[in-house]
């Protein structure tokens, strides 16, 4: 019969080679753990994400304080190409009598069709169902389809340029939540 101190060096061995081969198989799959973050990125970022995108030079803006429409031109990018720039939506830009930047996307939130600017009731309003706006993008009249009032985005001037930080909400929906 074996005593128990004549087992206790090989039952060391044993436990030092199941901690060496661990070490060893982690070793082996640093090179691969390191380099997948770079791998999968372009599959994390998503293409359309919100940004910010400059929309046009701050002196062009109207001093009526009546908002604008202008493209958001970016480039399209999918998992692993960049396509040159593109047209990714529209931007309603004012700038206020009192000078401040005032955004909303174009995208009216009933069902996504581009709304347009009626200078004459200096009001939006859409052309697939008549859902309407005011000037602030409140909804307007009794029946409107649009379950919100237009989407606002944020704004900023640098170097001379107008910037929206451009995103997309989700239509239909009462509550505003970003899809990108
Ligand atoms: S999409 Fe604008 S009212 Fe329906």
Redesign the pocket.
């Known amino acids: 019969m074996k005593s128990k101190q004549a087992d206790e060096p090989q039952e060391r061995r044993g436990f030092i080679g199941k901690i060496t081969g661990g070490l060893v198989a982690i070793l082996a799959l640093f090179p691969f753990a390191s380099g997948l973050p770079a791998l999968l990125d372009p599959i994390r970022r998503k293409s359309g994400s919100a940004k910010w995108m400059s929309i046009a030079p701050f002196k062009s803006l109207p001093d009526d304080g009546l908002p604008s429409r202008f493209p958001v031109i970016a480039n399209r990018q999918d998992a692993w190409t960049t396509y040159p720039k593109k047209k990714i939506g529209y931007v309603f830009v004012a700038k206020e009598i009192s000078g401040e930047i005032k955004a909303y996307s174009a995208s ?1 939130p ?4 581009l ?1 347009d600017f009626d200078k004459s009731t200096e009001g939006f309003r ?1 052309p ?4 309407s706006f005011a000037k602030n993008g409140v909804r307007t009249g009794p029946e409107n ?2 379950p919100r009032d237009l989407d606002p985005l944020e704004t900023k001037v640098e170097k001379g340029e107008v910037w929206v930080h451009f995103r997309k909400y989700r239509l239909g929906t009462k509550e505003r939540e970003g899809i990108s």
């Not at 009933?110 to 069709?113: K, M, N, P, Q």
């Not at 697939?128 to 859902?131: E, K, Q, R, T, Y």
């Open positions: 009216c009933h069902v996504g069709c709304v859409c697939c169902h008549n859902a389809p649009s």
